[in-house]
């Protein structure tokens, strides 16, 4: 088992904290202020302007909520690596600052999840979700969300610390994962939230949008524009979970195995690097979901009235053809 501070690479840590000092804040500011107008305006319009509130536009507001909770915190984290990664918040601001993240990285997934769920029901199975699915069952469903996105990621504030360097002229960290005594601990409930808390949701969206795809596409009284508008649906999705959820998840647990096993600084740095992106990436989400918002507020519902009648004329087809001669007197009376 891996002892504290059994590696410390003093002279690479330089260069990890260089990288980080010089990519991180540019990008962080620039994903500030997109992500805080973009999801206020977003907030501001689904308020405003959709006097019937669906299913989608509930999961979609407590989508923006989620994104503004803790893009107030990014400056937070400008301050600290413009700083050269020397906090000076305190371990408690340290903490709530971790667990706001992982909080809006998983309440990301799972109502992006629930968006792209609610949308299989509404145009695969049209005829349920027009009788059975309502907006106090969204109301539900978000609530024991929020429910799931605290609790799963309550570990963090026991985790996540600060940490006085001393190579680094008593610097003070703010880890976001664990200290090395404590990674044996929780590199499993790391791996065990990047299998559940991501892997799971995405095949559940991704399963939610192949069969989305087949029915409207095979659907002849869709318009084409209409295909356009869930195809670019379906790429904004895509590109969330390419770009931002899934590298993020997989490089976090790599760069904690790497800690772990104490690799070549050489290799150490290579790894870092890429996960530094990634980080740099994951907050991106906050400035793409205001895209979302926009294609759940516009096309779904005619789509799904649209596939609505055409299950209907197939059924009223299917019945002409099966009834027999004798039951005609019957409907009529």
Same mark, same amino acid.
């Given at each position: 088992?891996?002892?504290?501070?059994?590696?410390?690479?003093?002279?690479?840590?330089?260069?990890?904290?260089?990288?980080?000092?010089?990519?991180?804040?540019?990008?962080?500011?620039?994903?500030?202020?997109?992500?805080?107008?973009?999801?206020?305006?977003?907030?501001?319009?689904?308020?405003?302007?959709?006097?019937?509130?669906?299913?989608?536009?509930?999961?979609?507001?407590?989508?923006?909520?989620?994104?503004?909770?803790?893009?107030?915190?990014?400056?937070?984290?400008?301050?600290?690596?413009?700083?050269?990664?020397?906090?000076?918040?305190?371990?408690?601001?340290?903490?709530?600052?971790?667990?706001?993240?992982?909080?809006?990285?998983?309440?990301?997934?799972?109502?992006?999840?629930?968006?792209?769920?609610?949308?299989?029901?509404?145009?695969?199975?049209?005829?349920?979700?027009?009788?059975?699915?309502?907006?106090?069952?969204?109301?539900?469903?978000?609530?024991?969300?929020?429910?799931?996105?605290?609790?799963?990621?309550?570990?963090?504030?026991?985790?996540?610390?600060?940490?006085?360097?001393?190579?680094?002229?008593?610097?003070?960290?703010?880890?976001?994962?664990?200290?090395?005594?404590?990674?044996?601990?929780?590199?499993?409930?790391?791996?065990?939230?990047?299998?559940?808390?991501?892997?799971?949701?995405?095949?559940?969206?991704?399963?939610?949008?192949?069969?989305?795809?087949?029915?409207?596409?095979?659907?002849?009284?869709?318009?084409?524009?209409?295909?356009?508008?869930?195809?670019?649906?379906?790429?904004?999705?895509?590109?969330?979970?390419?770009?931002?959820? !899934?590298?993020?998840?997989?490089?976090?647990?790599?760069?904690?195995?790497?800690?772990?096993?104490?690799?070549?600084?050489?290799?150490? !740095?290579?790894?870092?690097?890429?996960?530094?992106?990634?980080?740099?990436?994951?907050?991106?989400?906050?400035?793409?979901?205001?895209?979302?918002?926009? &294609?759940?507020?516009?096309?779904?519902? &005619?789509?799904?009235?649209?596939?609505?009648?055409?299950?209907?004329?197939?059924?009223?087809?299917?019945?002409?053809?099966?009834?027999?001669?004798?039951?005609?007197?019957?409907?009529?009376?």
């Amino acid at each position: 088992r891996i002892e504290k501070g059994m590696c410390n690479y003093n002279a690479s840590n330089v260069s990890f904290a260089s990288f980080q000092k010089d990519f991180l804040p540019p990008v962080f500011g620039i994903e500030f202020l997109l992500a805080l107008l973009g999801n206020s305006l977003a907030m501001w319009l689904l308020y405003t302007r959709e006097k019937t509130w669906h299913t989608g536009i509930i999961y979609a507001f407590n989508l923006a909520v989620n994104d503004l909770l803790y893009v107030l915190s990014l400056p937070l984290l400008m301050v600290y690596y413009l700083n050269n990664k020397d906090w000076i918040f305190g371990n408690v601001v340290c903490k709530l600052e971790r667990f706001l993240f992982t909080c809006n990285f998983y309440g990301s997934i799972f109502f992006v999840t629930c968006i792209s769920f609610n949308r299989y029901i509404g145009i695969v199975h049209p005829f349920f979700s027009h009788g059975k699915v309502h907006p106090k069952h969204a109301k539900m469903v978000s609530l024991a969300v929020w429910v799931l996105i605290f609790t799963s990621s309550t570990p963090v504030l026991f985790f996540s610390t600060t940490d006085v360097t001393k190579e680094q002229k008593n610097k003070t960290e703010c880890l976001g994962s664990s200290a090395n005594d404590m990674l044996y601990t929780y590199f499993p409930y790391s791996l065990s939230m990047a299998v559940l808390g991501c892997g799971l949701p995405f095949l559940i969206t991704l399963a939610s949008y192949v069969a989305i795809f087949w029915t409207v596409f095979k659907n002849e009284t869709i318009s084409m524009l209409e295909k356009k508008k869930i195809a670019y649906m379906i790429t904004i999705v895509v590109i969330l979970y390419a770009v931002s959820f !899934l590298p993020y998840s997989i490089l976090r647990n790599i760069n904690l195995y790497r800690r772990m096993k104490c690799f070549l600084p050489e290799s150490s !740095l290579d790894i870092h690097k890429a996960y530094q992106v990634t980080k740099g990436l994951v907050t991106l989400n906050m400035c793409i979901h205001p895209l979302l918002y926009a &294609s759940v507020a516009t096309s779904i519902r &005619s789509i799904c009235r649209r596939t609505e009648k055409s299950e209907a004329t197939v059924t009223e087809q299917i019945g002409i053809q099966t009834a027999r001669p004798g039951d005609a007197h019957l409907h009529l009376g």
